[in-house]
């Protein structure tokens, strides 16, 4: 009896322990923190788990936080559009492209006036965010287009405000252009989890600041892991 009792104690302190392991993986996912930039593109075995968000996909990882704010920012009178989630290096592409075509059609522009132009908006393929399924881009039933005076409507304010509280940031700052090499965007949003992301906005950084900080030279980009829970 008393040797059966041992077993059935290691037995359960065994399955706890993988209980445990299963509870928390995906929680202290390093993968959220992965930066992806001109220097730092997409892994190419990189792999997320998508799940619908309305008509656009996202990674499964960020669905919760991100239907918590806008569920949050409703409940303040704030009425959110996701406009765009997931795109594949495909998508990517064909964004770029429609992006100069109308340049040069409509603003009359030079082809590499409008490519330098896209540049500041647009990533080349593989160097997206947007291909990790972790950034979003938010605007609102009042304000629906890609422009900056998002940030000084209710809803960019109240996005910027509290986008922290759920784990998003404003990844493309106004005073960190020459940093991020991207233009301001105070549409898109990056999820890193709540800590990191009240660390920067706390901080006034922007991600590429962060992984200088706190991140040795060598796990810049982290990763990949598969994002799934």
């Known amino acids: 009896m008393r040797m059966t009792y041992k077993l059935l ?23 959220m923190l992965i930066l992806i930039n001109d ?85 080349e393929p593989g160097k997206s965010e947007h291909e990790t ?22 809803a960019g304010k109240w996005v910027a405000e509290h986008g922290p509280e759920f784990g998003f940031i404003i990844r493309y700052p106004k005073d960190k252009v020459d940093t991020t090499g991207k233009a301001y965007e105070p549409w898109h949003l990056r999820y890193l989890g709540k800590k990191v992301a009240k660390e920067i906005t706390d901080e006034g950084i922007c991600l590429e600041e962060w992984h200088t900080k706190n991140l040795k030279k060598e796990t810049l980009l982290i990763g990949p892991k598969q994002l799934k829970n």
């Open 133 to 154: 399924g972790l950034a979003v881009d938010i605007l609102s039933e009042d304000f629906n287009r890609f422009d900056e005076g998002f940030a000084d409507t209710d």
């Open 39 to 123: 220097q730092n593109p997409v892994p190419n075995n990189w792999e997320v788990e998508l799940v619908n968000f309305g008509r656009l996909k996202i990674a499964k990882i960020i669905e919760d936080p991100l239907t918590k704010l806008f569920e949050q920012a409703k409940s303040e009178g704030i009425h959110l559009i996701l406009a765009s989630g997931y795109r594949s290096k495909k998508k990517q592409e064909e964004n770029r492209k429609n992006n100069i075509d109308f340049l040069i059609k409509t603003e009359k522009m030079t082809l590499k006036q409008a490519i330098e132009e896209t540049n500041r908006y647009f990533a």
């Open 9 to 31: 104690t290691k037995a359960t302190t065994y399955i706890m322990i993988l209980f445990l392991f299963i509870l928390t993986k995906g929680i202290t996912n390093d993968e």
